[in-house]
Nanobody
């Protein structure tokens, strides 16, 4: 059974950086390389939104406009890990961040409904 575990969240001041990790287990290395993985976030009182996703090879990525130029998604298939480097963080970035596996192969639009297996989330708080 596939499991995804996020880590790397925490409290950071505005303008700071964090790197989130999403580690997959319960899946062979070969199978993991076919997965499209997305990062999502959910702030209090708001719907969960897709912020970035990365295709199997790592060559294709998508970002929501609000994080373009600040966040970078990458993956290390040998480690079954997908990263989200977050720079120039703002208070509006405060949320629980989740990673998830897309139901189908291909990049898609990072839409929540396109994803099935989810991690438990990691809290990111941007505050002075």
């Amino acid at each position: 059974q596939l499991q995804l575990v996020e880590s790397g969240g925490g409290l950071v001041q505005p303008g700071g950086s964090l790197r989130l990790s999403c580690v997959a287990s319960g899946v062979t290395l070969d199978r993991f390389t076919y997965f499209t993985i997305g990062w999502f976030r959910q702030a209090p009182g708001k719907e969960r939104e897709g912020i970035s996703c990365i295709r199997a090879s790592g060559g294709s990525t998508n970002y929501v406009d609000s994080v373009k130029g600040r966040f970078t998604i990458s993956r290390d298939n040998a480690k079954r890990t997908v990263y989200l480097q977050m720079n120039s963080l703002k208070p509006d970035d405060t949320a629980v961040y989740y990673c998830a596996k897309r139901k189908l192969y291909g990049l898609g639009s990072c839409g929540v409904l396109e994803y099935d297996y989810w991690g438990q989330g990691t809290q990111v708080t941007v505050s002075s």
